[in-house]
């Protein structure tokens, strides 16, 4: 890696964002209109006693798993446009190392969830009195990993796209198992033994479980930090493998 | 003369199709050489494999002295490919500071190249926004950038205006004159004429490499249209079994326009 590249890929890419104003008006306005929608959706709700409010434990699983769906496909689009439309190759007969390129993909997308979770986060918090028992600073710091880890899957999913038809296609194939399995729609200890086991393989379960930590300890928990390093593991595992299907040469 | 390229024996093949079957030629220092073929004759192969992202069935490429695609030549040289490979969200400016940091030089370097092709007045605008020849120039300008030594264009002067395109000409010669090597494909035949040297690649087989005076003397014509036209079919009767009926792919029969099918 080359520092001065890495920094003037990451600059390049936020350019490029900055220039679509309409993206960026996306990225921050459909977090906080999704997070509308369920807090009048769960309104009439009865509150189970002694347990969070269904919003609260929603909307806090939800500040997580916005950033890693838009991430993977706003990065998955990008990162197939690169490959066709030959910035790609002309980027590989210069002196940019692969891990570059990789890395100025997930600082740029990660400033930008950034920006998107603390917006979403202020939303959740003093709009609709989102509770959680830990601080609302570690639940945008998870969301930021999450919005990384979408980053780092969306760059090693492109490699096996040809067309922008299948790169979105790739959406339903790596988030929806993980959004069914993480625990939001059936708690994992509840699921069948071998459904368990998938969960377990699956980063988003780890980090939809560090949020629920968040919610329900007023301190971070050792389960959190345990949980935040497996998600940070597979955000490095996603990078090598995406950095494989980057080869100089091709046929 | 010490060569820039040197090309031995070199067989590629993308996917099941044989696209270069043995080509070996030299490109020298400081020339213009031309490498002109019909479209999918494999010239944009036969660049991939000198700026070293071709995977190669086998034979050797030798660039400055080096393998193709070492790590030391990625700041020696300069790729322009066949489509505009600039970011079409960003302006041609941004493009330009970019590819140039990518070299280690600053926004003079950039603004340099940007004017050098012609497109300051439209620095500032998106490159989305620009027409095709323009488009192409932003290309060509992150190309230039840093003056490297060896400049590997694959068809930059498609869609520029007969002004435009004779003014690249000009810069391409300016730019020999001070050192600078150039490898420029074209399937414009009237470009021939422009250049030092000529690589004619038909169907992954070289069949001519020569000055275009040398050319026209072994051919016995002055047009040099013409004169591929006889290098094609006296390589033809030894060819297997390509059509010659003038109706398959890559037979290079001349068009009004001037270029070759």
Known sequence: MHPPILLATTLRILRQLRHDRRTVALLVVVPGVLLTLLYFMFSGQPTPPGRPSTFDRIALIMLGVFPFIIMFLVTSIAMLRERTSGTLERLLTTPLGRLDLLFGYGIAFGLAAAGQAAISAAVAYLLFDLDTAGSSGLVIMIAVLDAVLGVALGLFCSAFARTEFQAVQFMPVVVIPQLLLCGLFVARDEMAGWLQAVSDVLPLSYAVEALQEVGAHPEPTGTMWRDVAVVGGAVVLALVLAAATLRRRSG | ?261
């Not at chain 2, 944009?44 to 030549?73: E, F, H, Y």
């Not at chain 2, 970019?98 to 439209?122: H, I, N, P, T, W």
């Not at chain 2, 498609?158 to 000409?169: I, K, M, N, S």
């Open chain 2, 1 to 261: 003369m010490e060569n820039a390229i040197d090309v031995r024996d070199l067989v590629v093949a993308r996917g099941r199709r044989r696209v270069l079957h043995g080509v070996t030629c030299a490109v020298r220092r400081g020339t213009v050489t031309g490498l002109l073929g019909p479209s999918g004759s494999g010239k944009t192969t036969l660049m991939r494999a000198v700026v070293g992202v071709q995977t190669v069935t086998s034979g050797t490429v030798t660039v400055l002295g080096r393998p193709a695609g070492s790590a030391p030549l990625r700041r020696r040289l300069g790729y322009l490919t066949q489509a505009p490979s600039v970011y079409a969200d960003l302006t041609v400016r941004e493009n330009a500071r970019y590819f140039a940091a990518l070299q280690g030089q600053g926004s003079a370097e950039a603004d340099r190249v940007v004017a050098e092709v012609g497109l300051a007045a439209a620095a500032g605008q998106l490159v989305g926004t620009l027409s095709g020849g323009q488009r192409s120039r932003a290309s060509l300008a992150c190309a230039l950038i840093g003056r490297p030594e060896l400049v590997i264009l694959d068809e930059p002067t498609v869609g520029q205006d007969p002004v435009l395109r004779a003014e690249l000409w000009a810069r391409f010669h300016e730019l020999a004159g001070a050192g600078t090597t150039l490898l420029v494909s074209s399937h414009v035949m009237d470009e021939a004429a422009r250049c030092d040297r000529l690589l004619f690649i038909r169907d992954g087989r070289l069949i001519a490499d020569d000055t275009p005076d040398g050319v026209r003397a072994t051919t016995g014509v002055t047009d040099l249209e013409e004169a591929f036209l006889r290098l094609i079919r006296a390589a033809g009767s030894g060819d297997r079994g390509a059509p010659r009926d003038g109706t398959g792919p890559g037979v290079g029969g001349p068009r009004p326009d001037g270029t070759v099918a």
